[in-house]
């Protein structure tokens, strides 16, 4: 089955500066791939997601990278903000509508 | 996310005992997933079903089943087969389509007695 591995699992940067968060996947067949941010108690909410046929997506001031030859995805969050902290989960998915999750990123934002 | 509901927010389990958690959702998804979520984990699959009265097992199923007899609802049991049922439970559904988005419900904790 499908592997994906997050890192790092916990993030500080200061107010403004840039987040880079990366995922990699196991199954060549895999051609979802969402994040979701999660604050302490609440749902996962997905935040951005992209496709293989595209190696880039942005939204604002975030922006995920695809590389299917690597297997590996990233997320990029720049000029970070204190309402940016949260757990940040990466995900793929292959046919089966399965997603298989990361272990999950804690990103600090100190003001 | 909004047309996601699960209940209740909190339950307690107390040994030998079965429990079930609801799961409704009224955005006409046809499919719908149970993870379980433990702290500094992943979500990780329990039981998913892509259709009416059919579902299939996750990666943690052991201790645990399902239902899906009407399209917007999935509850979930935990049994008493299920040794360290204590972590906080997220329903979601999505179009049962490649590629589609999973929307999640706001949870339920399970703590044991």
């Known amino acids: 089955g499908e592997n994906v591995e997050q890192h790092p699992s916990t993030l500080s940067v200061q107010e403004g500066d840039s987040a880079v968060i990366k995922c990699t996947y196991s199954?060549?067949?895999?051609?979802?791939f969402p994040w979701y941010k999660q604050e302490l108690g609440k749902r996962p909410q997905l935040i951005i997601d992209?496709?293989?046929?595209?190696g880039e997506k942005k939204d604002q001031r975030i922006a995920v990278t695809l590389n299917k030859t690597a297997k590996h995805f990233s997320l990029h969050i720049t000029e970070t903000q204190p309402e940016d902290s949260a757990v940040y989960f990466c995900a793929a998915s292959g046919s089966n509508y399965k997603l298989t999750f990361g272990k999950g990123t804690l990103l600090t934002v100190n003001p | 996310d909004g047309g996601i509901t699960q209940s209740p927010k909190y339950l307690f389990r107390k040994e030998g005992q079965n429990v079930t958690l609801s799961c409704e959702q009224n955005l006409n998804h046809d499919a719908m997933y149970w993870y379980r979520q433990d702290p500094g984990q992943g979500l990780r699959l329990i039981y998913y079903s892509q259709i009416v009265n059919d579902f299939q097992k996750g990666d943690i199923a052991e201790g645990y089943s399902v239902s899906r007899e009407k399209k917007e609802s999935f509850p979930l049991t935990v049994t008493s087969a299920q040794k360290n049922p204590t972590a906080f439970y997220l329903c979601?559904?999505?179009?049962?389509?490649?590629?589609?988005?999973?929307?999640f419900g706001p949870g339920t904790r399970l703590l044991v007695l």
């Open positions: 979601a559904s999505s179009a049962a389509r490649a590629g589609e988005t999973q929307y």
């Open positions: 992209i496709r293989s046929n595209v």
């Open positions: 199954d060549s067949a895999s051609n979802y």
